[in-house]
């Protein structure tokens, strides 16, 4: 996983999106009463919440002890742990694991799919959605031309996400021992907040790609993409970025 500082008040404020499109995600996991429920990337806690109102016990896990200290505070009643998801290891068995725009980040799949499987009851499922093949490929294609043009290339990141096709990813959950119910690769045009979104977006998700490059560097690098992206992804005041999503359902 890449090394990422979240700046959980930009998240909130600049990138609420993540959680609300995952509550249509919620709707894959169907929870029920008193079942039990990890949520593996809960971010700033809104999900998790979601999950427990329907009256299920959950546990919010993410590898940022910025994002586990936010929705502590604004989720005091909820349990949150930090924790690296590809290396799980519970003490106990849960009904569901559930997991929202987090797996695109996370290089061991196998470990990953390997603990939530021991993690699950037989029977219990994996209901997740995250990047997929194609996903933000455009503002990718921008970050490398702009570095190009300034002759900063050779000190750009890009292979840091992982965005599997639905057949990669059906192999990876039968590798794993899971039987795959539901598997759902779609387009998901996403609304960027405000004039500066697409700038902000770059510097919040794809900060990884300029860990090499000088603060100087990366804010030309940056500010050099925005140009290049405005004619295709900028239109009447508004910023959308080109998502591509994997949805899965899943059981042990």
Not at 126 to 143: C, D, Q, R, S, W
Request: a negative charge; hydrophobic letters at 40%.
């Amino acid at each position: 996983m890449p090394e990422i500082h979240w700046n959980t008040d930009l998240y909130q404020q600049q990138h609420h999106f993540v959680s609300d499109f995952g509550a249509d995600v919620l709707q894959w996991l169907a929870p029920q009463q008193h079942e039990r429920i990890v949520d593996i990337g809960c971010g700033t806690g809104e999900l998790t919440a979601q999950i427990h109102a329907t009256g299920a016990e959950v546990m919010g896990l993410d590898s940022s002890a910025d994002m586990i200290n936010t929705a502590q505070v604004r989720f005091p009643e909820l349990s949150f742990l930090q924790q690296d998801a590809s290396r799980l290891n519970f003490n106990e068995t849960f009904d569901a694991v559930f997991s929202n725009a987090t797996f695109h980040w996370i290089e061991n799949q196998e470990a990953l799919l390997g603990g939530i499987y021991n993690a699950l009851k037989p029977g219990g499922r994996l209901v997740a959605e995250f990047g997929g093949k194609g996903n933000v490929a455009t503002i990718v294609k921008a970050i490398e031309h702009a570095a190009t043009a300034l002759n900063l290339e050779h000190q750009l990141i890009t292979n840091f996400w992982f965005f599997p096709s639905i057949g990669h990813y059906a192999t990876l959950l039968e590798a794993a021992g899971f039987e795959v119910k539901h598997l759902w690769h779609f387009d998901r045009p996403t609304p960027l907040v405000g004039e500066e979104g697409m700038y902000l977006w770059i510097s919040q998700f794809a900060s990884h790609a300029f860990r090499h490059l000088s603060p100087e560097d990366g804010e030309r690098v940056k500010q050099l993409s925005v140009e290049l992206l405005k004619p295709e992804l900028y239109c009447e005041g508004q910023w959308i970025a080109d998502y591509k999503r994997i949805r899965i359902k899943a059981i042990k």
